[in-house]
């Protein structure tokens, strides 16, 4: 494995033993005669892709600096400084995700370059949940032969997503494994450290009966769902060259492949505005799953699904299924990839918080007592002719 940490230093490279076909036979090559010296190489590991692949995101990390980083290039481990970055007594919050099986739709769309920027959002967008606003991040990508153009594209997704976020790329490690992934397939997870003044941490328990739920839009699918949505495209019969029949103008890979809005900078310009009470981000469990957790006991939310409109591959996925209402709530985003509890009396400054940060954003439910173990409740689904939701 090849460390990156501190703006990708150059370190070394160590895999497990598992030498492909192609190595056992370059090893043992003459029985007869004296056997030429193993490398690394004969193993499936080609230390020269890592250091070539190190020298080509070298500008891309270079994008992503920011206020409270330590030190450069050539340490075991990256340094943040939080005072140094503003901050006088932070409390720390850390979040760690994956892209999931998206994966397989870059993987079969040969598309690299939108995922990394998936893994920050899906990173950040817990952070900020809490309040905290993102300091640093750091990818894990592993493969079974690394491919350097591939890796760069998916670094060069992570680069963007924190500059989007204005979070640093402190390091990441790249671990080559032959015989471990298939041919031209890799994974990822990431992990994001951010900061909050003690005295600002967003815990849900300021929230109150009769608060205004916002919704901000979300840019499609996000990276949530993909097992049932890689269902729902081959039972379809569409191949991902194939033209959306959502968005025409895009392949079907193209536009399934959108990445995870981040929504980062305009929820803290929100919070700044003190009428924000709680986030919820919407991710695996859906709007009926998500929103919950950050209500006190006692609360529930209800939506009005009239309220927004949805990405229309929500509509496409539905019909498709068909996939009852229920269960895209419980299982998508449905269009909305981050609800916002506010102060009604402070709403409009928030919206317009939001707005001036570019963010769509809708009036989608409010906040009312719990009446039994049902903690969200959508109104106005299924209201279409055919019966699914989102239309």
């Known amino acids: 494995m090849r460390s990156r940490s501190s703006i990708f230093a150059a370190g070394a490279t160590c895999a497990r033993y598992n030498p492909s076909a192609e190595g056992e036979k370059a090893i043992s090559q003459n029985e007869t005669g004296p056997k030429r010296p193993a490398t690394y190489r004969d193993a499936g590991v080609d230390i020269d892709a890592g250091a070539a692949l190190v020298d080509a995101i070298r500008p891309l990390v270079a994008r992503t600096e920011r206020s409270g980083m330590v030190g450069g290039i050539g340490g075991f481990g990256g340094l943040f400084d939080p005072r140094a970055a503003g901050f006088r007594d932070p409390i720390l919050v850390a979040a760690t995700d994956g892209v999931g099986t998206k994966l397989r739709v870059a993987f079969e769309s040969g598309r690299h370059d939108t995922v990394g920027i998936d893994l920050v959002a899906m990173c950040v967008n817990d952070l900020v949940v809490q309040g905290a606003e993102p300091l640093f991040f750091l990818d894990y990508f592993a493969t079974g032969r690394l491919a350097v153009e591939n890796a760069r594209a998916v670094i060069a997704g992570i680069a963007t997503g924190c500059e989007e976020a204005g979070c640093a790329l402190l390091g990441g490690e790249t671990a080559e494994m032959p015989g471990s992934y298939p041919e031209g397939e890799y994974d990822l997870a990431g992990f994001a450290v951010g900061a909050v003044e003690r005295d600002a941490v967003l815990t849900g328990e300021a929230v109150r009966e009769g608060d205004t739920i916002l919704g901000l839009a979300s840019s499609g699918v996000h990276s949530n769902g993909y097992s049932l949505v890689r269902r729902l495209v081959a039972q379809s019969g569409l191949a991902y060259g194939d033209p959306a029949p959502f968005d025409p103008d ?63 591959v929500f509509g496409w996925l539905a019909r498709n299924g068909p996939v009852a209402s229920d269960e895209m709530a419980r299982t998508f985003n449905c269009g909305i990839g981050m609800a916002m509890v506010t102060d009604p009396a402070r709403v409009d400054e928030v919206e317009d918080a939001l707005r001036a940060a570019g963010e769509s954003v809708y009036r989608i439910g409010r906040i009312v007592r719990a009446a039994g173990e049902k903690r969200t409740a959508i109104e106005n689904a299924g209201k279409t002719a055919d019966g699914t939701w989102p239309a």
């Open 250 to 312: 895009k392949t079907l890979g193209e536009a399934l492949l959108a990445p995870t809005r981040i929504y980062v900078r305009a929820c803290l310009a929100a919070i700044r505005t003190g009428g924000v009470r709680a986030l919820a981000h919407v991710t695996g469990g859906g709007l009926i799953e998500n929103i919950p957790r950050v209500l006190p006991d006692g609360l529930a939310a209800v939506l009005d699904a009239a309220a927004w409109s949805a990405p229309p």
